[in-house]
């Protein structure tokens, strides 16, 4: 009981956390935290704790990693072209460790022949067409228009989990389009992927529980691909970004896989859906300004 109190409050102070830094450094127009980078030791564990409670939130939501650093990372003064593929990368290692440690502990069963191991394969070969599209596409705009898309696209989103109510059992068809919708996201942005498929998923009848599980899955796959293009075409990946993001995300993961069996499902549902709200208005207000 006391570790489940424990658990619980630490995810609201993740949530909090992030809050309040997004809308400190959202309206400070002269801080870079990019600037300011090299050489700074306590700026590499600031970022690391940035991953370990976006991570979290992600693992115990199968939503939230992406959607929250890009647009945290891009207001701290990265570019996109910084961003997407160190989010790419971290989010690769902790989504397969997040998948396999939610069905070690039974939150999902990722087992041979089982309706959620087929559905993150499906998940994960129907959206390498986004992703390649999405990459394509992400090396030829301008930051402006990526910034702007990725903000309409994440408030599109927590509209979507907020005001949408579940509805049937799930298709193959829309986890077809589902797949493909989030993947283009993930490769144009470095988030979104969580919010369409576990959002999709739940609204259409499937457990949370397994919608966490599959999603963590199959995103792990989706960033692989995504990043692999993005060195093909010749970008690089900042390891000044790319490691304290992965070691962050990945010591985060035991804690939220546990967080997932604790929290009530309603609550975990709306709290992303508000959060992300928050991220997209956030965002819109930083592109204009």
Not at 116 to 134: E, H, Y
Request: hydrophobic fraction near 55%; charged fraction near 10%; aromatic fraction near 8%.
């Amino acid at each position: 009981m006391r570790s489940a109190t424990l658990l619980k409050r630490l995810w609201i102070l993740s949530l909090a956390g992030l809050g309040l830094l997004v809308f400190y450094f959202a309206f400070d127009q002269d801080f870079s935290l990019a600037e300011h980078l090299v050489g700074r030791p306590w700026l590499f564990l600031a970022i690391a704790v940035l991953a370990f409670m976006a991570e979290y939130v992600d693992s115990s939501l199968g939503m939230g990693y992406g959607t929250t650093l890009t647009p945290l990372l891009l207001i701290l003064g990265f570019s996109p072209l910084q961003v997407v593929p160190a989010v790419l990368l971290s989010e690769f290692v902790s989504g397969i460790s997040s998948g396999l440690y939610h069905h070690n502990i039974g939150n999902v069963d990722l087992g041979r022949g089982t309706f959620a191991r087929k559905t993150a394969l499906i998940l994960a070969a129907c959206s390498l067409v986004g992703t390649v599209a999405a990459v394509i596409v992400a090396v030829k705009l301008p930051k402006t228009v990526v910034s702007l898309y990725i903000a309409v696209m994440i408030l599109a989103i927590g509209l979507y989990i907020v005001l949408a109510r579940p509805r049937g059992r799930i298709s193959w068809g829309r986890i077809i389009g589902l797949g493909s919708i989030a993947a283009f996201n993930k490769g144009i942005s470095g988030g979104g992927y969580g919010p369409v498929v576990t959002g999709g998923q739940i609204l259409s009848g499937v457990s949370e529980r397994n919608a966490v599980g599959i999603t963590s899955f199959a995103e792990g796959i989706v960033c692989l691909v995504g990043l692999v293009l993005y060195l093909a075409m010749g970008k690089v990946i900042d390891l000044r970004l790319a490691i304290p993001l992965s070691l962050g995300a990945l010591v985060s993961v035991p804690a939220a896989v546990w967080t997932v069996k604790i929290l009530p499902e309603r609550m975990l549902r709306r709290a992303i859906g508000y959060a992300t709200l928050y991220l997209g208005i956030l965002m819109l207000i930083k592109v204009a300004l």
